[in-house]
């Protein structure tokens, strides 16, 4: 079975290639290298360098490499960009998407697992995430998550396509020290880059009603996660029954303080954080439920906060030394 793994040159989808080949499976990367990596793809994987909105280039890479599945991570991820960027989002994250269905439609492809987003929820009325909490995303990029999800859908009624959708939350850690994480939004990179750059890391608010007073939230490791979409996709094959959503969360979550700590204690950096004003509208705690992922995914916390911020910063120093 081939799998088209669109975005497969970013952190995340490089990961997925890599769980895929560990798994027996082949993978077909397209990219167009917006924000991924092409050394980021795996030795000896097709790679085509293009855009998702090129239904030609899509139709001719599904058939040259005789796909039967994708797994599609391509998108913009920028949720806090994307409320100044909202056409771009859409047009990547919606418009990409239904121009992948449609390549897939006339290529005969019926199996799909979409990089969806805990976005989808915005900021969700309890603690504790489950796949039924009311979906309020408060982005561009939220919103064009949850489009994807009803695209999806709506195919599905239209044609049998064989679906499900992985709602992420925070992603770290790194499976492979010769890939890690680029986005300059998220907490790890941003961390890293102060310590590198000499300058000391900043928690925003440290007056929250939580242990420490810090934010809490879900931190899963990019290789679990990876795990979990060859599962989907192995399921998909096997034409057994999938939910359309889960989340991939830890069901406990951690706080930013506890973050900073490790982050310390493994980098041998000591610092103390500076401590700035809440962000507007940032919740004191936000986790997800992952039992129905567990149950179906074989989804499972296997790394220690620790182990996720080792392998994170190894792969960090690693590409410094390159």
């Keep these: 079975m081939t799998w088209l793994v669109t975005g497969g040159a970013g952190y995340i989808g490089a990961h997925v290639v890599r769980a895929l080949t560990y798994a027996g499976l082949t993978p077909v990367v397209v990219d167009d290298l917006s924000s991924g990596f092409a050394a980021f793809v795996a030795e000896g994987v097709p790679f085509v360098q293009g855009s998702i909105l090129d239904k030609d280039l899509l139709v001719a890479t599904m058939t040259e490499h005789n796909v039967t599945g994708v797994i599609h991570v391509a998108g913009y991820k920028y949720a806090g960009v994307s409320v100044t960027r909202p056409l771009h989002t859409y047009e990547q994250n919606v418009t990409g998407t239904a121009v992948l269905l449609e390549a897939m439609q006339l290529c005969g492809v019926d199996r799909i697992v979409f990089s969806s987003s805990a976005a989808v929820y915005g900021t969700p009325p309890g603690e504790l995430v489950t796949e039924d909490t009311p979906k309020n995303p408060q982005s561009p990029y939220g919103e064009s998550k949850l489009i ?19 709602r992420y939350f925070n992603v770290v850690g790194s ?94 950096i000591a610092f103390i954080p500076e401590i700035a004003p809440r962000r507007p509208g940032d919740p004191a705690r936000i986790v997800a439920e992952g039992e129905l992922a567990a149950r ?8 220690t906060l620790r182990e996720m911020v080792d392998s994170a ?10």
Excluded: C
């Excluded at 994807?148 to 992985?166: N, P």
């Excluded at 910063?313 to 390159?322: E, H, N």
């Design 148 to 166: 994807g999800e009803w695209l999806l859908r709506d195919q599905a009624i239209a044609t049998g396509l064989r679906h499900t959708s992985l």
């Design 175 to 268: 499976g492979d020290p010769s890939v890690y994480d680029t986005s300059p939004h998220n907490l790890f990179p941003l961390v890293f880059e102060a310590l590198v750059a000499g300058r000391t890391p900043r928690i925003n608010g440290d007056d929250y009603e939580t242990p420490d007073g810090t934010n809490v939230r879900d931190y899963i490791h990019v290789a679990d996660l990876a795990v979990s979409h060859v599962e989907a996709a192995r399921k998909l094959d096997a034409h057994e029954d999938l939910e359309p959503a889960y989340n991939l969360g830890s069901g406990e979550g951690v706080s930013v303080g506890e973050i900073m700590a490790a982050i310390a204690d493994v980098t041998g």
């Design 296 to 303: 179906d995914l074989d989804w499972r916390m296997r790394h």
């Design 313 to 322: 910063w190894t792969a960090r120093t690693a590409a410094l030394s390159a």
